[in-house]
């Protein structure tokens, strides 16, 4: 599977974004998808994940509250809303995908990844 991100951009604090991630070929509902990001000079950090079949999401402590993850097999999408979004989000954002895995918060997991895309929170 092959995944495109997009959605990213510069908002200011308090602002929200939605990113999308959009893959290809027929069978995205059976992927457990995550989003990653990684700040400049930092790690990979966790953001939320969506499990394939029945969807269950779980998140970072960090974002629970402000951003939601969810998915349209049917458009072969997940979203990531982003509310109140705070110059600490500020970072390149990646989503991934696992058709074994059922959900995981380690980027180390995950099979597929797309190209990323710059989210920037700044006044």
């Known amino acids: 599977v092959q995944l495109q991100a997009s959605g990213g951009g510069l908002v200011q604090p308090g602002g929200s974004l939605r990113l999308s991630c959009t893959a290809s070929?027929?069978?995205?509902?059976?992927?457990?998808v995550a989003w990653f990001r990684q700040a400049p000079g930092g790690e990979r950090e966790f953001v939320t994940t969506?499990?394939?079949?029945?969807?269950?999401?779980y998140s970072a402590d960090s974002v629970k509250g402000r951003f939601t993850i969810s998915r349209d097999n049917a458009k072969n999408t997940v979203y990531l809303q982003m509310n109140s979004l705070q110059p600490e989000d500020t970072a390149m954002y990646y989503c991934?995908?696992?058709?074994?895995?059922?959900?995981?918060?380690?980027?180390?997991?995950?099979?597929?990844w797309g190209q990323g895309t710059v989210v920037t929170v700044s006044s």
């Open positions: 969506i499990t394939r079949g029945v969807p269950r999401t």
């Open positions: 991934a995908a696992d058709q074994q895995l059922y959900a995981s918060s380690d980027p180390l997991k995950y099979d597929y």
């Open positions: 070929g027929r069978t995205f509902s059976r992927y457990t």
